[in-house]
């Protein structure tokens, strides 16, 4: 599940990128840790009716702040590299120093001996968790009850459905995937569980194969013949058509659709299949809490539920004011979508069009899932009383091209469900509208679904589901914005807490990210997702100086954030009359500084134009 509890900055953006990418934009933060600390422009936090004076001191306090925040920040993306997944049999590097700059040693770990340290990071490395600590811990341990109060009381039918416990997996530690199905089997009234089916997405482990099959004769011999499935693929298919090969080994009349690394709490399922009983068309998630990747130490989640950004990277959220209203932890929280792990009747989830297998790999389809669901006439929702606790892994093994597949696919759903949105999507990845040079498939089913089901508009699904999640209707232009004294370097939002933006190198990832809108704002950075979230940075003249502030607070104090802009064309401010330009300057790393000053008709240029710019 690739879901997150705050929005993405300059790192998180780093961190799911791969390869020579992910040097590059190690680099680059460590770039603006160098530009922090060698007299780059300085400017503490805005806020209160001293801003202008606040933007023009140079506050030590906060540089180092920054400086140390950058520096924890440069050591993640350094972490990432060095903990990439390994292939099956590559040796894990040796030396004492490797594993004890580990991050997973940052909490365990401290008392093995050295070939135990050099195990345990072997297969950190090559499962994205603690597997040396997995293979120790019982596969049957008990795990604190999360639920809330209120949830023990609560009664269920007599003649709940059946259902199919369905584990996708690749490459799992064999004690992770065990220590899933024995939690289900304990955990689930055996009268509800009709069968477990285990998805191999082609794994090249051994004990996958001989271990695991063992223990699946050994249970069917307990429990009876068929009551464990597997099935294994030739090759790898990738998550999204994994699941779908579950479902259609399943023959439970519910069935619930899990990753293969999670422990299941006490009376999980009844509360959800007492909501599918009452309504069919309803898609149901448990609350998750986490499964430390390092200490395998239980962390509760607060009660949340399940959205997603412009980028349709899933993301937790607040309940819904209408849920807080109700005074009622136990009762149902409604959900825009699904994180990927969730339950449904398996016949409907076929009338609903399954996954869209046009997908690639990961990401996005859980997104897609939900969307789909409430605009043709289901629901989603994720219920308190049933808690699931999942691993969060350090990196997982998909995760090849993870970007490329999720852009591929967040493309995918805005060109079949997301009407005159879809632009937002393609805003997000900062690619064009037309002619992106991305194929995202054949769509024709997929429309012709949408027709044959007469779902509803986008429109409806955000006003009436979706109404956190932010609108960007008046986006005009969008991409990355150059100038022509340099065109190799672009605006750049900088040190995301100096407010200061900069020249720098083109690499067209989320720091670059421009939008120009109908209001004559110029956007810097990331989308905020929701209403809930930051407000998004404008560029503003302070004093005949370029800063980035939140819009919001810009607007509120009469600030000077309104721009004229033509393509090929200057950047005016509309208060001050002066332009956003560049000068010579040795100080700055590639020798041009950002400025603002009397116009010289410098020309600027942005990578995608919605609509006519406003005059």
């Known amino acids: 599940m690739l879901c997150s509890r705050r929005t993405k900055t300059l790192v998180s953006t780093c961190v799911i990128l791969s390869g020579m ?5 190690l680099l680059y933060v460590g770039w603006i840790t160098n530009y922090v600390t060698t ?32 520096d924890r920040l440069e050591s993640v993306v350094n972490e990432h590299i060095k903990e990439t997944p390994q292939k099956d049999g590559e040796e894990a590097v040796s030396s004492s120093d490797s594993a004890s700059s580990s991050s997973l040693f940052d909490h365990w770990g401290h008392d093995l001996g050295p070939e135990s340290r050099r195990v345990a990071l072997r297969k950190f490395r090559y499962y994205g968790y603690n597997g040396y600590l997995s293979d120790r811990i019982s596969l049957t341990r008990p795990i604190p009850d999360s639920r809330p109060d209120g ?57 996958l ?115 807080w209203s109700q005074h009622n932890h136990t009762a149902p929280i409604r959900s825009p979508a699904l994180i990927g792990c969730f339950v449904v009747d398996r016949r409907y989830f076929e009338e609903i069009g399954l996954l869209d297998e046009g ?26 009383c049933s808690r699931i606790a999942h691993i969060e892994r350090a990196h997982k093994p998909y995760t090849g091209n993870l970007s490329a597949h999720v852009r591929r696919n967040a493309l995918r759903v805005a060109e079949v469900w997301m009407d005159q949105y879809k632009s937002h999507v393609y805003m997000a990845w900062n690619v064009p509208l037309q002619r992106s040079g991305i194929d995202i498939g054949d769509i024709t089913e997929r429309k012709a679904l949408r027709s044959r089901l007469q779902c509803r508009p986008f ?46 190198q083109c690499h067209g990832m989320t720091p670059q990210n421009v939008y120009y809108t109908s209001s004559q704002q110029l956007h810097l950075g990331v989308l905020s997702p929701t209403i809930d979230d930051d407000d998004n940075k404008c560029l503003v003249d302070v004093n005949s100086k370029p800063r980035l502030l939140e819009c919001s607070y810009a607007a509120t104090k009469h600030m000077k954030l309104t721009w004229t802009f033509t393509q090929g064309g200057s950047i005016q401010n509309m208060e001050s009359l002066c332009c956003l330009e560049l000068i010579e300057s040795r100080q700055s790393e590639f020798s041009f500084q950002l400025v603002i000053q009397d116009c010289t008709n410098q020309k600027w240029t942005i990578t995608n134009i919605l609509t006519v710019l406003p005059q």
């Not at 023990?152 to 064999?174: G, H």
């Not at 986490?290 to 309940?319: H, M, V």
């Not at 986006?475 to 150059?482: I, M, P, R, S």
């Open 21 to 25: 990418t992910n040097i590059v934009c």
């Open 39 to 70: 007299g780059g422009p300085k400017v503490a936090q805005s806020g209160g009716g001293d801003t202008d004076r606040k933007l023009e001191e140079d506050g030590k306090g906060e540089t180092l702040r920054i400086m140390e925040r950058l």
């Open 151 to 207: 949830c023990q009381n609560m009664s269920y039918s007599s003649d709940l459905p059946q259902l199919s416990v369905i584990f996708i997996f690749v490459n799992e530690a064999l004690s992770v995937l065990l220590r899933s199905v024995h939690t289900a089997i304990q955990r689930t009234p055996l009268h509800l569980l009709k069968e477990i089916i285990l998805v191999d997405d082609h794994s090249s482990s051994l004990e």
């Open 209 to 323: 194969k001989e271990h695991l099959q063992r223990f699946v004769e050994e249970t069917n011999i307990q429990y009876g013949m068929g009551f464990v499935k597997v099935v294994r693929h030739d090759k790898q298919e990738g998550l999204i058509r994994s699941r779908v090969s579950g479902w259609r080994a399943a023959s439970a009349p519910v069935v619930a659709l899990f990753d293969a690394h999670v422990e299941f709490n006490t009376g999980w399922a009844e509360p959800i299949l007492q909501r599918i009983k009452e309504n069919r068309t309803r898609v149901v998630s448990p609350s998750f809490d986490n499964i430390k990747y390092d200490t395998f130490e239980i962390e509760e989640y607060p009660l949340s539920a399940q959205g997603f950004d412009w980028e349709l990277w899933c993301r937790y959220l607040n309940p819904p004011r209408s849920w």
């Open 359 to 384: 997908m690639e790999i990961y990401g996005g389809e859980n997104v897609e899932l939900g969307i789909r669901v409430w605009q043709c006439g289901g629901s989603v929702e994720v219920l308190p």
């Open 459 to 504: 429109s409806w699904f955000l006003s009436n589901i979706y109404p956190e999640l932010r609108s960007y209707s008046n986006t005009v232009a969008y991409g990355v914005l150059k100038n022509n004294l340099r065109d190799n370097l672009c605006l750049d939002q900088g040190p995301d807490t100096d407010n200061v933006p900069i020249m720098y």
